[in-house]
Every structure is written in C-alpha cells, then in structure tokens.
C-alpha cells in the first residue's frame, strides 16, 4: 500500500551525540513536512520541503537541520539533541492540489539520555 | 485565544454512546482534518473537508465555512474509539494550524 513510513519507530541517544531520523514515501507527494510534538502538546511545525525547496520556521533551532536527496525521502537531522528535544517526530506528505490533505507518517520517539 | 479551539478536551463515555467534538476556528481556511492520535501513537487522518458533510463507518464530520465550526460525531462508540482527535485546518494552503485535542476515552 501507498504510505508514508518512518524509520526508526523507536529512538534513543545520548546528549549531543548527533541522530538522523528517516522518512519515505510512496505516494510521490511533492511536499514533505517534519513535525516535533512534545508530550501532551499539538504537533509544531519544524519545515518542509517544497519539491527541492526548503522551508524553515522561524522558530525551529538551528540544531535540527534536514536533507530531501529525492522525492521519496527526507531526512531529520539533530546535530547536538538535548533533553529538550525529546518528542514524538511525525513526518507528513500532501500534493499540490486544491485539496493539499497531509497524510502522516507513524512517527519516531526520540528518547535523549 | 488560539485559533483553533476544541471542545471538550477531555470526554469520556460509555459505550454505545453517540459521540460529538467541536472545533471552532478563527482564520480563514481552505480546509480542515480531523486526525486521531492513540496514546504514543502516530496521527491518522480520518477526514478532510471543506464543505458539507463526510462520513467513513461509524465516523461523520460536518463543517460551516460561514459559521467557522466543524464537529466530529462517533456513533455507536466502541473502546477501541479510545484517542486523542485533533481538529487542524489548513492555513495558507500549506500549512496546518493545530487544535489543542480532545481525549476521549470510552468504557465498556
């Protein structure tokens, strides 16, 4: 089936020693997102690609960086994560149409010991 | 205020019972999801809209682009109903303005 899948479910690193998270698709969305949600928290928005375009938030911390080699793929990269950033990381894909509905990914929990 | 408001945030509920979550929005929007999240769990969409009605299996979502209101109804509620939904409307045609959640959770 056509989705958006998440490497790995389940992640844990030690403090500032640098982590990459994985997202792909399979349904040839041009538009990827990246998500940090904290506990008990709405998702917030860290960027997204449009095609090869990179969109940052004006909030996102310069620690969190990402890579988009190919439609298919897109990575989330933490150089120093703190124990702040610990969270659940959901990635999501929509289509430039009219309807741009976003379809997510199972997320990674990223632990930081 | 946030721009996106649910009601209730928490709601519990026996089985069989008819379900409703409200969402109430501030800005203008080219359309809303209702996505469920499970405890430690992914999002799910469950609908997107921009007019009218939709309905999946026991699941129906209305919305009022005048009104600026959207619900989500649960008939015949089951356990497995038991999540977080979120209300998120689509702002600026890319991104989503997320609602604060409503958890549900629904008894045997």
């Known amino acids: 089936d056509a989705m958006v899948i998440q490497n790995p479910r389940y992640q844990v690193t030690q403090f500032g020693k640098p982590v990459t998270l994985s997202c792909s698709q399979t349904l040839n969305h041009n538009v990827m997102y990246w998500y940090q949600q904290k506990s008990s928290q709405a998702p917030k928005l860290l960027f997204h690609?449009?095609?090869?375009?990179?969109?940052n938030e004006a909030d996102t911390p310069d620690n969190f960086q990402s890579r988009r080699p190919n439609t298919s793929f897109c990575f989330l990269d933490i150089r120093s994560p703190g124990l702040g950033d610990a969270a659940m990381y959901l990635c999501a894909t929509s289509r430039v149409t009219s309807s741009y509905e976003q379809y997510f990914g199972p997320g990674t929990r990223l632990t930081v010991t | 205020k946030n721009e996106v408001e649910q009601s209730p945030q928490n709601l519990t509920a026996q089985e069989g019972e008819f379900i409703t979550i409200n969402c109430s929005y501030s800005v203008g929007i080219s359309a809303l999801h209702w996505l469920q999240q499970h405890p430690g769990g992914g999002i799910v969409s469950l609908f997107m809209l921009s007019s009218g009605k939709k309905k999946h299996g026991r699941l129906i979502a209305t919305i009022n682009i005048q009104e600026k209101h959207s619900s989500l109804h649960i008939t015949a509620s089951h356990p497995r109903d038991s999540a977080v939904y979120i209300c998120a409307v689509l702002y600026n045609t890319d991104k989503l303005i997320f609602g604060t959640g409503t958890r549900l959770q629904v008894f045997p």
């Open positions: 690609y449009y095609d090869k375009d990179f969109n």
